[in-house]
């Protein structure tokens, strides 16, 4: 009785709070790098009921595995171009060969791609530090202007959602949002946690696929249609 009672007081649970300042990390941490601008995020988290793309850039990742979850962010169009062009001139393009309008291909790819790297990022802890594993489908970027309700399209037994508040180095502000199954991980034993990923290595992946792997913008109304229908929307 006694054995089982230290076992519980020195048992270490990771719950969604823990989760999503992971996934918060890598955030701050890929476009920090990507940008070389200072990102960072509130202290608070709101908890909400429902995920959705918002205007004028959405952006949304699926993922399955050990947990299964949904990961939004939304850009307004002063946030998406600042972060665009940050990323750009920082590879060495010319200011005069930018995209100037938020509407513009390119700004999707190159925030998609973004948003790729940042789940990448966020799966490869997930091993690391959890000891289970998840994958992720490829984003899909939206230029909208009116906000659209996603849902999982996986069945999520007590489904729980956040929203956390970002800044940019020039103080323009984008939301994540998080919704994922209530879930705790629960440490058994000690084990060592090995950082394999680079920082470096992760704006030098997003300049490799920004060449012409990068997510394409979805323009039609059939193509969104289609696309969120895929959702179970």
């Not at 307004?76 to 062009?85: G, K, N, Q, R, V």
């Not at 001139?89 to 100037?100: D, I, Q, R, T, V």
């Not at 996603?150 to 956390?164: A, G, H, W």
């Not at 970002?166 to 984008?174: A, V």
Request: contains cysteine; charged residues 20%.
């Amino acid at each position: 009785m006694s054995n089982n009672k230290t076992w519980q007081e020195s048992t270490v649970v990771y719950g969604t709070e823990d989760i999503l300042t992971s996934l918060c990390n890598s955030v701050t941490r890929v476009l920090t790098v990507a940008t070389q601008s200072q990102i960072h995020y509130s202290g608070m988290v709101q908890r909400i009921t429902k995920t959705c793309l918002k205007p004028d850039i959405g952006c949304f990742v699926l993922f399955d595995g050990g947990f299964s979850g949904l990961v939004v962010l939304n850009f307004s169009a002063a946030t998406a171009m600042e972060l665009y062009e940050s990323y750009m001139l920082n590879m060495g393009m010319p200011k005069s060969e930018l995209a100037s309008a938020h509407t513009s291909d390119e700004v999707g790819n190159i925030m998609g791609e973004l948003m790729n790297q940042i789940v990448g990022d966020f799966t490869g802890k997930v091993r690391r530090e959890l000891q289970t594993n998840i994958t992720q489908n490829q984003p899909k970027m939206l230029v909208l202007n009116k906000q659209v309700v996603l849902s999982v399209d996986t069945q999520l037994d007590q489904p729980e959602s956040r929203r956390v508040t970002f800044y940019t180095g020039k103080n323009n502000i984008f939301y994540l949002e998080l919704a994922i199954d209530r879930t705790e991980f629960i440490k058994l034993h000690d084990f060592e946690v090995h950082e394999t990923v680079n920082p470096d290595e992760v704006l030098a992946q997003a300049s490799a696929a920004g060449s012409g792997t990068a997510v394409a913008t979805p323009q039609s109304n059939t193509d969104q249609d289609e696309l969120l229908k895929s959702l179970g929307m």
